[in-house]
């Protein structure tokens, strides 16, 4: 069994594992920030992302913290189309070099 992993601002409760892919619930310290992930060597992919504090820097800050632990961050399924607000705002922050790929909801990467 896989046990949970704990860094300064994160912790990652494992959920189950798929192929090569280890899936864990993601939260911050303080909760603000959860999440579904998965992780592949040195990628963590984005499944479900949610901040209870909007526009607060939560989401930044919990990116930044991810950053340090994984060499490739990756966000699937960001939405149906470009017109979603979802895609808005991981285009944003894949603007800010907090992610670097971005998947549609068919598993395309998006340029």
Avoid: C
């Avoid at 912790?11 to 993601?26: T, V």
């Avoid at 579904?36 to 992919?45: E, R, T």
Wanted: glycine share 8%.
């Amino acid at each position: 069994m896989v046990s949970s992993i704990e860094k300064d601002n994160y912790i990652l409760e494992p959920k189950g594992s798929r192929n090569d892919e280890l899936f864990y619930d993601f939260k911050t310290v303080d909760g603000l920030v959860t999440g579904l992930v998965g992780i592949s060597g040195h990628v963590l992919a984005i499944y479900e992302w949610r901040s209870l504090t909007a526009r607060k820097g939560n989401t930044n800050s919990a990116l930044r913290s991810l950053r340090k632990s994984y060499q490739t961050l990756e966000v699937k399924d960001i939405g149906a189309d470009s017109n979603d607000s979802s895609w808005q705002y991981w285009l944003h922050i894949r603007a800010k070099g907090l992610v670097e790929k971005l998947y549609d909801g068919m598993n395309e990467l998006i340029p």
